[in-house]
């Protein structure tokens, strides 16, 4: 009886150790800042990848004949780019599968040289400087329309809807803010107006009197900021003590719910921005998606969550095509998917932009952002 009991256990030994082995554990990192100024955008980035993974270990999906049980290992850069790297470096340590993020340009950009080193396919979810996917580096990928198209559409807006022949231009000098600043001056001029003013500022700034008094003197009809909310939310306050009455307008890096409430009574339907990508309700699992997010965080959606969700899943989608979820394999699958999002159909060209990228103009009449297109 005791050599029966003694074989069972051993049986039950064995058994367990070889489900342990049919399990596989697969790493998504995902960097942005979750701390600083811009830890709105931040968390709300890490919210979309947090729901992608719960609803990937839901699925109990099965790769190489193996369960995987998917893991978020999340750090934050702070918006900085030595922290990006740095950041960067820690998940190429921690042998992550793939990256989704950073969020920022500035961070992106110095980031994607960490991963193709390694061999590491990175999605950035918001990051939009050109120059990103103008590396030459094939494990680069993004999953929302670049500043071309972002710049372009604020200053074709600006010069043939609202009719603007003078405008000025701010920027915060960084990889992202500089970037879309500089679309949206061209693309103005080359529809005829005239650039009364290029100021700059910084990232870190709050008190942009001096620029905007020098601005007021040259009587523009728009003024356009590259840079983020925590910035121009205070930039719309000074505004309106100095009585400027020109239209504000800015790229994605404006674009969020949160600027109404920085902004506060300096907010509305004055300020323009324009975002990668349909608008929520347009995007073809937009509303399911915002009504889950909202239930299980509580709050609303800033701007780029939906995107990171889609490129958590494009990621899976592709190591569960190539049947691998090692990066060299996974990898030129990845290049060519076709994967069906929340946010659009997601099919990458040959640099890793993604293709047929839409752009929805906003503002913020009542200080509520509204789709204007």
């Not at 609803?55 to 193996?66: E, F, M, T």
């Not at 372009?152 to 043939?160: D, P």
């Not at 905007?212 to 590259?226: H, N, Q, R, S, W």
């Not at 060519?336 to 929805?360: C, P, Q, R, S, W």
């Amino acid at each position: 009886m005791k050599k029966a009991i003694l074989g069972v256990a051993v049986g039950l030994v064995f058994a367990g150790t070889a489900l342990a082995q049919q399990e596989i554990e697969v790493k998504i990192g995902h960097v942005a800042p979750l701390s600083g100024g811009q830890a709105h955008y931040g968390k709300d980035n890490e919210r979309g990848a947090i729901m992608a993974i719960d609803d990937l270990n839901a699925k109990n999906i099965v790769i190489g004949g193996k369960k995987v049980k998917w893991k978020l290992i999340s750090e934050d850069d702070a918006a900085d780019p030595k922290q990006g790297a740095i950041a960067a470096q820690k998940l190429v340590d921690q042998k992550v599968n793939g990256v989704v993020g950073h969020l920022n340009s500035g961070t992106t950009i110095p980031a994607s040289k960490i991963y193709f080193d390694a061999g590491i396919p990175q999605i950035t979810p918001s990051a939009t400087n050109p120059k990103y996917t103008q590396q030459g580096f094939k494990t680069a990928f993004r999953l929302l329309a670049n500043d071309n198209a972002l710049g372009a559409a604020t200053a074709n807006y600006a010069t043939k809807t609202l009719k603007a022949k003078k405008v000025a231009v701010i920027d915060d000098r960084t990889a992202y803010g500089q970037g879309v600043a500089d679309i949206f001056e061209k693309v103005a001029k080359q529809n005829g107006a005239e650039v009364v003013s290029r100021q700059f500022t910084n990232d870190k700034a709050t008190d942009f009197n001096a620029i905007l008094t020098a601005i007021k003197d040259k009587k523009p009809e728009v003024i356009f900021y590259g840079g983020m909310d925590s910035q121009a939310g205070p930039m719309l306050r000074q505004m309106k003590q100095l009585g400027i009455n020109a239209k504000f307008m800015g790229g994605d890096g404006i674009c969020t719910v949160e600027i109404a409430k920085i902004a506060g009574d300096a907010i509305g339907d004055y300020v323009y921005c324009a975002e990668g990508g349909s608008s929520l309700d347009k995007m073809p699992k937009g509303k399911e998606f915002k009504q889950r997010f909202e239930a299980k965080f509580k709050d609303q959606i800033q701007v780029y969550a939906p995107y990171v969700y889609d490129a958590v899943m494009t990621l899976a989608a592709a190591m569960q095509k190539a049947n691998s979820v090692e990066p060299a394999k996974y990898l030129p699958v990845l290049a060519k998917i076709e994967y069906e999002g929340v946010t659009t159909k997601v099919k990458f060209d040959d640099t890793g932009e993604l293709m047929n990228a839409a752009t929805t103009l906003y503002n913020y009449p009542g200080g509520k952002k509204t789709p204007i297109n």
